[in-house]
C-alpha cells in the first residue's frame, strides 16, 4: 500500500483546509487509518484515526470540535477537515494505514504504512 497525502498550504489562523490520503491498492477499504502531525523540533503526534468503515473515529484533545477525519473507500481516499486552524497546528502532517481495520489507534508503532507527509502553515 502506497499512501499520498495531499492538501496542505498556507493560511491564516481561523481559517481552514482539507487535507487528503489517497492510497494505491484494493485492499485499503479494509484498514484503519490515522493521521500524524510533526512540528519543528517535535516529536509526532497523534490527530485523528477512523476505523475501515468508518464505523469508529477518534480524535486528539488538542483538535476535537475543530478538525474531522472521514473517509470515502469509494475513492481510496481518507479525509481530514481543519477548522479553526491556530499558529500551533503548524506541522508537517502525515497519514497512515494499519492492516487491523478495528484498530482505532493513537500510537504510531501500531501504523504498518505511511505516506509523504503535507505541510500546513498557519500565520497569525
Known amino acids: 500500500v502506497q499512501l499520498q497525502a495531499s492538501g496542505g498550504g498556507l493560511v491564516q489562523a481561523g481559517g481552514s483546509l482539507r487535507l487528503s490520503c489517497v492510497a494505491s491498492?484494493?485492499?485499503?477499504?479494509?484498514?484503519?487509518v490515522g493521521w500524524f502531525r510533526q512540528a519543528p523540533g517535535k516529536e509526532r503526534e497523534f490527530v485523528a484515526a477512523?476505523?475501515?468503515?468508518?464505523?469508529?473515529?477518534y480524535h486528539a484533545d488538542s483538535v476535537k470540535g475543530r478538525f474531522t477525519i472521514s473517509r470515502d473507500n469509494a475513492k481510496n481516499t481518507v479525509y481530514l477537515q481543519m477548522n479553526r486552524l491556530k499558529p500551533e497546528d503548524t506541522a508537517v502532517y502525515y497519514c497512515?494505514?494499519?492492516?487491523?481495520?478495528?484498530?482505532?489507534?493513537?500510537?504510531?508503532?501500531?501504523?504498518?504504512?505511511w505516506g509523504q507527509g503535507t505541510l500546513v502553515t498557519v500565520s497569525s
Open positions: 491498492g484494493r485492499t485499503f477499504s479494509t484498514y484503519a
Open positions: 497512515a494505514a494499519n492492516t487491523q481495520r478495528s484498530l482505532v489507534s493513537r500510537w504510531l508503532s501500531d501504523y504498518d504504512y
Open positions: 477512523i476505523r475501515w468503515n468508518g464505523g469508529s473515529i
